[in-house]
């Protein structure tokens, strides 16, 4: 099948997920557009690292490592990108299943050569078999899934979504890696924006790069049953906060907040409007999506609020590192330095 070849990094940190790592392998290996390899980058888990090496030992197509840098999401895609032989990076998170064609259509996108990243649609699987009444679909990120204010088909896009995307490798040629200090490690704040980030940082070093996103390259990612309470709504949404500001900080509010000021300007204000229609009509869960709504853009604001603060001070920074094997951070880039 003519195409780039893709290497998949799927980065993994936890036992816990056991089940979801192999079925999120087994998507790949079943795609209707083979993947080039699958590379399983363990985030500082020896007792998972060693598992996973026993149950892979005899394949080919799969490669397990652990991450070279630093604890932490970005470092662990960085080890993936510089450890891969493909001419297309994917990256999928290691809870979720990719359908058939997800890398058909990814491959499908870099027919154009200023094509620098293609990302896709990712819809959640909830753990209690339904979404909850209260939780709006405005608000789909706060578990890493496709939410609603998104554009829809293969349309440009200022960034592609983390946890279902893929680069071209001279993306990374031009821009460097993930950034350290803005992206997921474990529970700890903040827990996104990398892939923003990264995206501004390619764009900025790369005028004509083209970012899509296609969303018939679908992926199912799992929502576990303690994300869909309030409380790590809240957490969350305080957290994105927080991220922004590093990025803002970073690349400027102009790039660093484009998206969002449509997003909370006339997507959330429609989603309130909707809410509240539906709480008149005796719709489930109206009212309670309506306040969800307003709650989560005063949280998200409070966290920008302490993010900016931080960041002025000195107290907020993260790192870009080398994407040669084994390479360090590059150390003291504060958000603040590009």
Not at 57 to 70: F, I, M, S
Not at 140 to 157: A, E, F, H, I, S
Not at 204 to 213: G, S
Request: net charge neutral; hydrophobic share 40%.
């Amino acid at each position: 099948m003519s195409g780039p070849d893709i290497s998949v990094v799927i980065c993994v940190y936890t036992e816990d997920r056991w089940e979801d790592i192999l079925a999120a392998v087994s998507s790949v290996r079943a795609q209707a557009y083979p993947a080039l390899e699958t590379l399983l980058v363990v985030d500082h888990n020896a007792a998972l690292l060693d598992r996973l090496t026993k149950e892979y030992k005899e394949a080919t197509d799969v490669r397990v490592l652990a991450n070279a840098g630093p604890r932490g999401l970005s470092a662990g895609r960085n080890t993936g990108i510089a450890a891969s032989y493909g001419e297309v990076i994917a990256f999928l998170d290691d809870d979720a299943v990719a359908e058939r064609d997800w890398l058909k259509h990814f491959a499908a996108g870099y027919a154009d050569p200023r094509v620098m990243a293609v990302g896709g649609r990712t819809e959640p699987i909830w753990a209690s078999g339904r979404r909850p009444d209260w939780f709006p679909e405005e608000f789909d990120w706060v578990v890493g899934c496709t939410y609603r204010g998104l554009p829809r088909g293969r349309v440009k896009v200022r960034n592609v979504l983390g946890g279902n995307a893929s680069f071209r490798r001279t993306a990374f040629d031009f821009a460097g890696g993930f950034a350290s200090g803005i992206g997921r490690d474990g529970d700890r704040l903040p827990l996104g924006g990398e892939e923003t980030e990264l995206c501004i940082r390619l764009t900025r070093a790369r005028p004509d790069a083209v970012l899509l996103i296609d969303d018939r390259a679908v992926i199912h990612h799992r929502v576990p049953e303690a994300r869909e309470h309030f409380g790590y709504f809240r957490t969350r949404t305080y957290a994105e906060g927080l991220s922004k500001a590093l990025v803002a900080r970073s690349v400027g509010a102009d790039k660093g907040l484009e998206s969002e000021r449509r997003y909370t300007t006339r997507v959330l204000p429609a989603g309130v409007a909707r809410g509240l229609r539906d709480a008149l009509l005796a719709r489930p869960g109206g009212a309670g999506r309506a306040g969800a709504i307003v709650a989560g853009v005063l949280t998200a604001a409070g966290g920008y609020v302490v993010g900016s603060v931080r960041a002025r001070r000195g107290g907020a920074t993260y790192s870009v590192a080398g994407l040669e094997a084994g390479a360090e951070e590059e150390p003291g880039i504060k958000g603040g330095s590009r």
